[in-house]
């Protein structure tokens, strides 16, 4: 957990990884009936 | 909740807001519309591709007023070069559309368009990263040196050769304090007008870099400046567009609600980083719509049957957005305890306004 706060590179992974799952989570609970 | 319908699909009005807001702090920080973030995250919400082109164009030219007030204040401005540069901006985004026209008679298809857009995109995005963290490294070096780091650091040569160009009329833009042939202000802004119009995007992220590396500013003024020409070029396409019928008002106004608070919001934390960080961002947000560009053409050249990709596409869309809009607002609560005398991660420090 440290090299994804300590590294640039690492904590670029760890806020994409956190902000497509917030993303996947919306897209189940809001979108997913609209892509219909 | 409440909800409204758009050509007969329901849109959650938070998703709107949401939307608003997150590429309001986006385009406040680095200087961009958000164009190329937006259409396909209104298409996702179930907007028709016209009307989603069209709601985006009203909404970033609203933005855009809200962002370059905030920067006017915060002295980001060159009215100078904003000025010289808006005329060749229009006509070469003029001439982008005629371009893409003529390339639509004589049967490219949109691949070719997607495609351009990659390799554009990938270019800048090399050049930017590479360059930025040049600069960050030099700023390293600086810091443990004890040498003070100014507000900005660049390590490109190339606004020099740019700046030597000896073609009457010079300008001097005395915010940015540089001399230049007016030309090459005018060529830059026709040259990133034709890349946008062809490509069918504002053209902010070409536009910022090319003031950064081209005309010489530093990137705070390289994205007040870029805002100002926003304003300009994304009113009279949010004028063609109303004319049109491709605007709905009810989704710009829920947009806006949101743009207000994150545009004020995007530019108020440039002030508590130095130039490199705006650099960062940038070359991320060019490294995100390029993959999700590459997206749209795989889903395309495979003719629309890879089922995963759309739901892909569609989560990487919408996480774009909330990753750049959380680094900008990560960066702003590092510096502020940078200046605190807090604990940061190591690579903070060089970026961030000390006081």
Not at chain 2, 58 to 71: D, F, T
Not at chain 2, 99 to 110: D, E, F
Not at chain 2, 155 to 184: D, E, N, T
Not at chain 2, 293 to 313: D, H, I, K
Request: aromatic share 12%; net charge positive.
């Amino acid at each position: 957990m440290k090299w994804f706060i300590d590294n640039m590179f690492g904590y670029w992974i760890l806020l994409l990884a956190i902000s497509c799952g917030l993303s996947a989570i919306c897209y189940e609970y809001f979108l997913r009936a609209l892509m219909k | 909740m409440f909800d409204f319908t758009v050509a007969g699909h329901v849109v959650p009005v938070f998703l709107l807001v949401l939307t608003g807001f997150t590429v309001g702090i986006v385009g406040g920080f680095i200087g961009v519309g958000g164009g190329y973030m937006v259409t396909p995250a209104l298409i996702v919400f179930g907007f028709p591709g016209y009307m989603a082109s069209g709601t985006d164009a009203c909404h970033i030219a609203g933005k855009a007023v809200i962002s370059s007030i905030r920067h006017r204040q915060l002295g980001n401005i060159d009215w100078v070069i904003a000025l010289s540069m808006v005329g060749g901006t229009m006509l070469g985004v003029e001439l982008g559309v005629r371009l893409l026209n003529y390339t639509k008679a004589i049967g490219l298809s949109g691949v070719v368009l997607l495609a351009a857009s990659v390799a554009v995109m990938l270019g800048l995005f090399i050049y930017t990263q590479v360059e930025t963290q040049k600069s960050h490294k030099k700023m390293d070096e600086d810091s443990k040196a004890g040498r003070e780091i100014g507000r900005d650091v660049k390590v490109s040569k190339i606004p020099l050769f740019f700046q030597s160009i000896p073609i009457r009329p010079f300008i001097k833009a005395g915010k940015a304090r540089l001399v230049i042939s007016m030309w090459v202000i005018v060529i830059v802004g026709v040259i990133t007008g034709v890349l946008a119009g062809f490509l069918g995007v504002g053209g902010g992220f070409i536009r910022v870099p090319a003031l950064v590396y081209v005309v010489g500013t530093t990137s705070h003024l390289a994205v007040g400046t870029d805002l100002v020409e926003i304003v300009v070029s994304g009113g009279y396409g949010a004028l063609r567009q109303s004319m049109s019928g491709n605007v709905d008002f009810m989704a710009v106004f829920f947009m806006i609600i949101g743009a207000m608070l994150g545009a004020q919001f995007g530019s108020l934390a440039t002030s508590f980083v130095r130039g490199p960080a705006i650099r960062y961002i940038l070359s991320y947000s060019l490294i995100l719509a390029t993959v999700g560009a590459a997206m749209r053409l795989v889903y395309v050249l495979t003719g629309g049957t890879v089922e995963w990709l759309s739901f892909v596409a569609v989560v990487f869309t919408l996480g774009e957005m909330i990753f750049l809009c959380l680094f900008i607002i990560s960066l702003v609560w590092f510096s502020i305890r940078h200046q605190h005398g807090k604990t940061v991660p190591p690579w903070v420090p060089p970026l961030v306004v000390k006081a």
